[in-house]
């Protein structure tokens, strides 16, 4: 439970490896099974903690979920209980989703508030306007938003902020509701238009996909599908940015370049050659022999650069030419990660939710704590490029959102070890 990894650090990344499908997609993408009284089956998913913690939520509620080989078989034929419990959702918060499938098939639900996270705080409150929107009584019981509809109706919806997990559980209702839904600021994320692609595949009536106003013009009675999920644009760029950070050479097969266009630029930008395959599903990063230079970001809602690299590129502006400012504006309290970074020699100061990296030659080996799946992404290269043997705790956070890190990283030639404890 406790594992941690062993990392000999200071070794180029080179190698080819296959990118893994996307873990921010299939989570909703499950959730919207429980919208058919029948067999969906979800290919390309990723072998990881938070899909088996969403398992168990759809198996509460009465669903039958097999998994196997990176496929889900989810027959949500005799669902039978409207609830997501504290005990799930407190180690996901993504398990939310199932508001809105449970509102638009049963007309009530009682899902557990997820409260906060060490990326800060983390409402729900969009989610809960939203379906209010669509003519649902929400009231806050016992740390439970318990959800109550005769009936919804298609709503003008504005997000004040556009969030990924309010948008895709509007849409998710809204397919229950009577009449058009339209969502104003509504998230462009690529697994939105996954979630979206797949629910119009089950027949939903949605456009707009892709942009900030997402119609859905319901209701319409929803049939499983198969579906294959997009592959993990924040893993590809995990290890495009670690490819960078260790002056390595890597190849990512199995991914999609253009959902990562705000990546690219910025390692272009800070000297990494960057190549896309001819198919278009493939990327190689290099940065052998040379130093890369800061390069100053701000992380933004899709398609600019995601919160979810943020620690990544931290980490590689700690080692970088110069000095650079990142500034978070989706997460201001998301740095867990600076302290442990300091620890390993990086020289970062932090005002407010802006920080300022001034690039050191070398990080030197050192134990530090995972806190949240990115940061502890972060801290995994920070060890790679590290001199010297570093200790990386708390990796079940890594195991929450990457499939076989350790394995992949060994692929490129990495020396990295998993201790069980
Ligand atoms: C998703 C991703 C997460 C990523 C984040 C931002 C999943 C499972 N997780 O999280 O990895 O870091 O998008 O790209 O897909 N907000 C509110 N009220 C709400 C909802 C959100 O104020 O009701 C705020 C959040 O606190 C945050 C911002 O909106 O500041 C964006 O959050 P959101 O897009 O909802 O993130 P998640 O969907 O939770």
């Known amino acids: 439970m406790m594992d941690h990894f062993v990392v000999e650090g200071g070794e180029p990344l080179s ?18 099974a429980l919208l058919t009284d029948g067999v969906t089956v979800l290919r390309n998913i990723p072998d990881l903690q938070d899909i088996r913690t969403m398992a168990m939520v759809l198996r509460v509620i009465g669903a039958d979920v097999q998994f196997e080989d990176h496929v889900l078989t989810i027959d949500a034929s005799h669902c039978n209980f409207q609830e997501a419990p504290y005990e799930l959702v407190r180690k996901m918060r993504a398990s939310f989703y199932v508001l809105g499938p449970l509102l638009a098939r049963f007309g009530h639900a009682r899902v557990s508030l997820p409260g906060g996270c060490a990326l800060g705080p983390r409402p729900v409150d969009l989610h809960l306007k939203g379906m209010t929107k669509l003519g649902c009584d929400i009231s806050i019981e016992n740390g439970y938003a318990v959800a109550e509809t005769s009936g919804m109706k298609g709503n003008k919806i504005r997000l004040d902020i556009s969030s990924v997990g309010a948008t895709g559980n509007i849409m998710m209702a809204a397919c229950g509701a009577e009449g058009t839904t339209t969502i104003f600021n509504a998230a462009c994320e ?17 456009s707009g996909i892709g942009t900030n106003q997402i119609k859905i013009i319901g209701p319409r009675k929803l049939k499983p599908v198969e579906w294959t999920v997009i592959p993990d644009r924040i893993e590809a760029g995990t290890f495009m940015i670690a490819a960078a950070a260790t002056g390595g050479r890597v190849t990512l097969e199995g991914c999609r370049p253009d959902h990562l266009q705000t990546v690219i630029d910025k390692l272009i930008e800070a000297g990494a050659d960057v190549n896309i395959g001819k198919d278009r599903k493939s990327v190689t990063v290099n940065a052998t022999n040379r130093r890369l230079h800061s390069v100053d970001l701000t992380t933004e809602a899709y398609p600019g650069f995601p919160t979810d690299l943020q620690a990544p590129w931290t980490v590689l502006m700690s080692i970088a030419k110069g000095d650079a400012i990142i500034i978070e504006t989706i997460y201001p309290e998301r740095f867990t990660h600076i302290p442990e970074l300091i620890r390993l020699g990086a020289q970062i100061s932090k005002t407010l939710n802006n920080i300022y990296i001034e690039g050191v030659d070398q990080l030197t080996a050192a134990s530090v704590m995972c806190s949240d799946i990115r940061a502890g992404a972060g801290l995994v290269l920070a ?13 079940y956070h890594l195991d929450r959102g990457y499939d076989r890190m350790e394995d992949k990283l060994t692929a490129l030639g990495a020396d990295i070890r998993r201790v069980r404890e």
Not at 193 to 200: E, G, K, P, R, S
Not at 385 to 395: N, P, Q
Request: charged share 15%; hydrophobic share 55%.
């Open 383 to 395: 060890a790679l490029a590290a001199k010297g043997s570093s200790k990386v705790l708390r990796i």
């Open 190 to 206: 690529p697994d939105i238009v996954d979630l979206a692609d797949m629910l119009n595949a089950m027949g939903a009536e949605i």
């Open 15 to 32: 190698g080819t490896i296959t990118c893994s499908g996307a873990k921010n997609a299939a989570l909703p993408l499950m959730a919207a």
